[in-house]
């Protein structure tokens, strides 16, 4: 009955929430912290969207594996003889005993320590020791019991998702709009990227939500949080106010920021890749590029995982004084109420000279990742918004996220050459808005059950 | 003639490496900057949890830190201006410098020399403290009579980092 009671309650104040923010642009500050909201999290977000794991390029070769989480759903993204990819569950069949204990690596089979089943990196059985003993004259059905695969997985542009709702949509369709604003990031080159090596990962004390929001759309706090980085000529702009113009995008659940360059300027990436980009992208997002001079900034593709596509100076002085262009792409690991992991790679395109690819992953160093100039203070923001809101009644106050709703109108159809709908400024929360509106519907859609 | 490692050499050394904490427990991070020589190389590369027949799973290609004395230059510059909120207030911290020990280096100005760290780290009122453990491949040069910190390799002995960022270094 305790229960039944808290789950109404629940139920009544999440839907208040909902309300809350489509209708008054104000949210809930409770739901940057708060325990009863996070099994709902596990269960009716990531357990129903695709969930990015890995790229392509971290297991490039047959055996290559690493190993990857949903929350708690630890999986081994492995690439087998044939050069496919697998993504299974990190779970013998026959304890549940955790299979595969390193990080990474270059294996044919797993062997599980505890009785010894051996799984070929397709996940199917291959060996189970004494079976004859153990299991009589016949042996075990191995196709019964092979690795579990997660119930599906797809690649889009070399990023391999999963999800662990076997009826999702299919992940092009699940990206669909924002497809046309990711590739800026994923296409410029026909090469494709690679990652810089493993991905740094740490732990904060800070709410998933709160980094996939600002990465979602928060082009107003770069004037403030990111000061010091513009004082002590990291960021090489002529005024705090460098991204107050721009264009906000929602897209299906997703969203993104761009930013505008000096024309021709391209982000600084070398003439090489300006070409390719030039060549790759479309009459329409070609024309954005030379017309308009704006690129995507950052980007969130819901739930969890984001886009910083920028440029910054490397040196105090000489010729990485200049703005050095990365990407990076990251995820935003729940590991409970209030606190997550971050997995950030850099990536560079394939094609690239080995000079530009060690600038580029040096400007992404000196600004993001743990020791990032910039994304240190967004952990301060992030630690802090967290800790505060656990409180039991400024979990009860509404925050403002009213920007652009009163004066703000979206670009007219026929206006703008992209999907979705854009908006004319970046200091706005349209795509905040959406963010959270997407969440909310997610938590009450009870369609499958709690 | 490469240098000796005598007594006189381990104890300047010594002598060098708990100046050089007390810089960054003081926050003194513009005198600390003063140590390295101008092509001074600071790294800390990523780490991976591995199967002991790969090696110690440390990465020769992504890090947390890569830095030259040029970028750590901008680093510092950073904390010196009154908008570094991740370090204002700052991060109280004790860098725990032992198992100092001092080889002959590769240059005959150089030495080599391999310490433990243990980074203790507390914020604000938060009970709870951060620590990170790593071992440290210095190479040492002198300098106009003066040691310098030519190169820093900071190993560390985690594959996730259990503080929410690197606003400190190591």
């Not at chain 1, 004390?205 to 513009?230: C, R, V």
């Not at chain 2, 050089?20 to 949890?49: C, G, I, K, Q, S």
């Not at chain 2, 503080?163 to 190591?170: A, E, G, K, R």
């Amino acid at each position: 009955m305790i229960g039944e009671t808290r789950e109404k309650e629940i139920y009544e104040v999440l839907q208040e929430a909902r309300r809350s923010i489509e209708e008054d642009g104000k949210l809930l500050s409770k739901v940057y912290n708060e325990s009863s909201i996070f099994d709902l999290e596990v269960k009716r977000i990531f357990s129903k969207t695709w969930v990015f794991l890995a790229h392509e390029s971290e297991i490039p070769w047959s055996g290559d594996y690493v190993l990857r989480r949903i929350v708690d759903d630890s999986f081994i993204v492995t690439r087998d003889e044939d050069g496919d990819i697998h993504v299974l569950f990190n779970m013998c069949r026959h304890r549940g005993m955790q299979l595969c204990r390193s990080d990474a690596g270059n294996s044919s089979h797993f062997r599980c320590p505890y009785h010894g089943y051996t799984y070929q990196n397709t996940g199917k059985l291959n060996g189970v020791p004494f079976q004859k003993e153990a299991y009589g004259p016949e042996g075990l059905d191995k196709d019964e019991w092979a690795m579990t695969p997660a119930p599906r997985m797809e690649i889009y542009e070399g990023m391999i998702f999963a999800s662990l709702n076997p009826d999702v949509q299919p992940l092009e369709e699940y990206i669909g709009d924002m497809g046309w604003y990711l590739d800026f990031y994923l296409k410029k080159s026909s090469a494709g990227l690679e990652v810089v090596g493993p991905p740094q990962r740490w732990i904060m004390p800070a709410d998933w939500k709160l980094a996939a929001e600002n990465f979602i759309g928060d082009g107003y706090h770069t004037q403030s949080t990111h000061m010091s980085t513009i004082k002590a000529g990291i960021m090489r702009v002529k005024s705090p106010a460098y991204l107050k113009e721009g264009v906000q995008i929602t897209a299906g659940k997703h969203g993104c920021l761009f930013m505008g360059f000096k024309p021709g300027s391209y982000f600084n990436y070398p003439q090489g890749i300006v070409d390719s980009m030039l060549e790759n992208l479309n009459e329409d997002q070609v024309e954005l590029l030379k017309e308009e001079s704006i690129m995507p900034l950052n980007a969130t593709v819901f739930p969890n995982t984001s886009f910083l596509h920028s440029a910054m100076a490397v040196e105090a002085e000489g010729e990485l004084a200049t703005s050095v262009p990365y990407l990076t792409i990251r995820v935003w690991q729940p590991m409970g109420p209030g606190k997550m992991e971050i997995w950030s790679w850099c990536l560079v395109e394939k094609d690239a000279t080995e000079e530009f690819k060690k600038n580029s992953n040096r400007a992404y160093l000196s600004t993001f990742g743990a020791s990032g100039t910039l994304e240190q203070d967004d952990a301060e923001n992030w630690s802090g918004q967290t800790r505060v809101a656990a409180g039991e009644m400024s979990g009860q106050h509404y925050l403002n996220y009213s920007a652009g709703a009163k004066h703000v109108e979206p670009i007219p159809e026929g206006e703008w050459p992209g999907p979705g709908t854009a908006y004319p400024k970046n200091y706005v929360d349209f795509a905040q808005r959406h963010f959270w509106q997407t969440y909310f519907d997610h938590l009450l859609d009870d369609r499958n059950g709690s | 003639m490469m240098l000796d490692t005598s007594v006189e050499t381990y104890w300047e050394v010594y002598s060098f490496l708990m100046h050089e904490a007390e810089l960054l427990d003081e926050r003194r991070e513009r005198d600390w900057l003063e140590l390295f020589t101008d092509d001074a190389e600071y790294l800390m590369p990523v780490r991976v949890n591995r199967e002991r027949a790969e090696g110690d799973g440390f990465s020769d290609e992504a890090y947390y830190f890569e830095e030259t004395r040029g970028s750590l230059e901008l680093r510092v510059r950073r904390l010196e201006t009154e908008y570094a909120w991740a370090e204002d207030p700052p991060s109280r911290t004790r860098h725990f410098v032992t198992n100092v020990r001092v080889a002959e280096g590769e240059e005959e100005d150089e030495v080599a020399v391999r310490t433990n760290l243990l980074l203790y780290r507390s914020r604000g009122s938060d009970p709870k403290h951060d620590l990170l453990s790593a071992e440290r491949k210095d190479t040492l040069r002198k300098e106009d009579g003066q040691w310098k910190l030519r190169k820093r390799v900071i190993l560390l002995d985690h594959s996730v980092l259990t503080t929410h960022n690197l606003s400190v270094f190591l």
